[in-house]
């Protein structure tokens, strides 16, 4: 037994007529009769009388059509329960972002957020390992490279702006200062950008942006930073500057999830709000 032939079987009874029933689940009677006949061969009984006039359910039928009728009762509180429950937004939301972002863009912006919905629980994953949204490691990703594989929900929040920086504003030969970059192992835009313009690799190597910053900060040397960290650092001024889009990564599963749409919206519209600051215009 299964809803389908239950489906049909109600549909029958509750109009006692092909036709009628036809024109309610959209099929044609011929299907129904189909149907009908199918489901009363694996009940072992018949279910309904067949005259002119109609189809006249049996005993047999008016007692299965009282147990679907406690079974429909029981599914629709069952999803009514869980909708309902899912739309007070409680909950815990994972999400991984670069940590300068989350440090100095995502959290200074999220108090309004939670006090307005209090029982949504956030956890933030920094770093630079790609998290996998497919995997289930988180349930939002902030991201600088825009994924080509999965199930995703995908959606371009705005642009990041790199410059090269020094702590000085006296600046000498850029091939005589010290340059501080990631580590070797790593590779990412930022890094082949410094290369680029000086033909060599950091004297000064991290693994970690936050490390370079207060490097960069302490004078030891200059570095390519995001703009909206670079604040207060002199700018070396090159023929371009870095330019790398964000993306919000979501799977396709979980948008439609209130809480995590919810999340998922409200990062878009931080974003949006800190679009200067992002792409180096204020």
């Not at 009282?66 to 999400?95: H, M, P, W």
């Not at 594989?149 to 371009?156: C, H, P, R, S, V």
């Not at 991290?206 to 703009?227: D, E, R, T």
């Amino acid at each position: 037994m299964n809803w389908d032939d239950l489906r049909f079987f109600t549909a029958v009874v509750q109009h006692q007529s092909l036709s009628r029933a036809s024109k309610d689940l959209g099929v044609s009677p011929q299907t129904i009769s189909r149907k009908i006949t199918a489901f009363e061969t694996k009940l072992g009984t018949a279910l309904f009388i067949r005259h002119p006039r109609g189809y006249k359910p049996t005993i047999d039928a008016m007692s299965l059509i009282d147990e679907v009728k406690n079974a429909e009762k029981t599914l629709t509180t069952l999803q009514n329960n869980f909708i309902n429950k899912s739309k007070k937004f409680s909950g815990v939301v994972r999400i991984a972002t670069p940590e300068l972002i989350a440090t100095e863009i995502l959290l200074p912006s999220l108090k309004q957020f939670l006090d307005r919905y209090p029982e949504v629980d956030i956890e933030l994953i920094t770093g630079r390992a790609s998290i996998g949204i497919a995997k289930g490691e988180a349930d939002i990703a902030l991201r600088l490279v825009r994924p080509e594989q999965g199930a995703l929900t995908i959606k371009k929040v705005g642009v990041m702006s790199s410059c090269l920086y020094s702590i000085s504003s006296d600046i000498n030969e850029l091939n005589k200062l010290k340059l501080i970059g990631w580590d070797s192992n790593i590779d990412l835009p930022s890094s082949r950008w410094l290369k680029k313009i000086t033909g060599r690799e950091p004297n000064l190597k991290f693994n970690n942006l936050a490390a370079q910053k207060v490097a960069i900060q302490s004078g030891l040397g200059v570095g390519i930073l995001p703009c909206f960290v670079a604040e207060g650092l002199t700018e070396i001024k090159q023929p371009y500057l870095l330019e790398e889009a964000l993306w919000l990564v979501t799977h396709a599963s979980n948008i439609s999830t209130p809480r995590i749409r919810l999340v998922y919206d409200e990062i878009a519209d931080i974003i949006s709000k800190n679009s200067s600051r992002l792409n180096g215009s204020s």
